[in-house]
């Protein structure tokens, strides 16, 4: 069955570097998508990505999604206090299987003022 | 507002005493999914929906059931719970096609003590 795995687990930063995370799949990825999760709470999504090659931005968040369609990474540029959580990379399973995700193990963040 | 609903958010058991954790949705989502979420775990699938009385198991179904009779309504059942279903419970749904977002409920942090 595909897995996702996250690296790293956790990072702490300084507020205002740039950070990368990233998620590689076991198989190939028909569909990524990226959530953001504060402690305990909610997944609140944040982009989804389709096509090889693609890339996404919104604010200060750019995701991409490699050629070869196995792995997407993550980067935040300039980060922020309001950018720590728990992030977490979700893809349909096995191929595209209309809505049911399995998901990484999450990468923690902390940003530090 | 587009949503979904999970009751209770909160949620102290003792073992063995039947439960029963409810989620909503309101955008006439097809597909509908619970997971529960751990340390170092990450986010694992229980059981999910595809429609009005479809289900099949996820990833970790012991000890869980649930029910699919209206399209709006998917309750986790926990039959006699155990400490070991001390976890954050997430209700989400989605369209149903690939490539399409799930929205997540806020969550349910369930203790048996």
């Known amino acids: 069955s595909q897995e996702l795995e996250q690296s790293p687990q956790s990072l702490i930063v300084q507020e205002g570097k740039n950070l990368t995370i990233n998620c590689t799949s076991s198989?190939?990825?028909?569909?990524l998508y990226w959530y953001k999760q504060k402690y305990g709470e909610g997944l609140i999504f944040l982009m989804m990505?389709?096509?090889?090659?693609e890339e996404k931005s919104h604010e200060k968040i750019t995701a991409k999604l490699d050629e070869k369609k196995q792995q997407s990474s993550l980067h935040i540029t300039a980060s922020q206090p309001s950018h720590a959580g728990i992030y977490l990379c979700g893809a349909d399973r096995d191929g595209g299987s209309q809505g049911n995700l399995i998901f990484g193990k999450g990468t923690k963040l902390s940003v530090k003022p | 507002e587009a949503q979904v609903t999970q009751n209770p958010r909160y949620l102290i058991t003792v073992t063995g005493k039947k439960l029963t954790v409810t989620c909503s949705q309101n955008?006439?989502?097809?597909?509908m999914s619970w997971y529960r979420q751990d340390p170092g775990l990450g986010l694992r699938q229980i059981y999910y929906?595809?429609?009005?009385?479809?289900?099949d198991k996820g990833d970790v179904p012991e000890g869980y059931k649930v029910s699919r009779k209206e399209k709006r309504n998917f309750p986790l059942i926990l039959e006699s719970p155990s400490p070991n279903q001390t976890s954050l419970y997430f209700c989400?749904?989605?369209?149903?096609?690939?490539?399409?977002?799930?929205?997540f409920g806020q969550g349910t942090r369930l203790t048996v003590v």
């Open positions: 198989k190939t990825l028909y569909g």
């Open positions: 955008m006439n989502h097809e597909y």
């Open positions: 989400a749904s989605s369209p149903g096609r690939s490539n399409t977002e799930a929205f």
């Open positions: 990505l389709q096509k090889g090659g």
């Open positions: 929906s595809m429609n009005v009385e479809v289900t």
